[in-house]
């Protein structure tokens, strides 16, 4: 099966610790993230995406699950075949 290839720009938290003035903090807090992939799974909370497949033994490599509230734009690359 060839997966669905994904480009997913996101938002992420921020933080800052220790000691910091007002003004190290004048370019805001939030990360913005792209992060592009195969989507192995999705639903209305969240997109399930891996780096590489191992179709010979089944294995993943690098899932990451985004939340769907934090996408801000979603683009797909290459249509999923079977």
């Known amino acids: ?16 610790t220790g000691w910091t003035s007002l003004s190290d903090l004048d370019d805001g807090g939030i990360s913005e993230c792209t992060t592009v992939g195969f989507v192995l799974r999705e639903d209305d909370t969240q997109v399930l995406l891996i780096q590489s497949e191992d179709h010979r033994h089944g294995n993943l490599d690098s899932v990451m699950a985004i939340p769907k509230v934090a996408v801000t734009k979603s683009e797909t690359i290459r249509k999923a075949k079977p």
């Open 1 to 16: 099966m060839r997966r669905e290839v994904r480009c997913v720009e996101w938002v992420d938290s921020a933080c800052v």
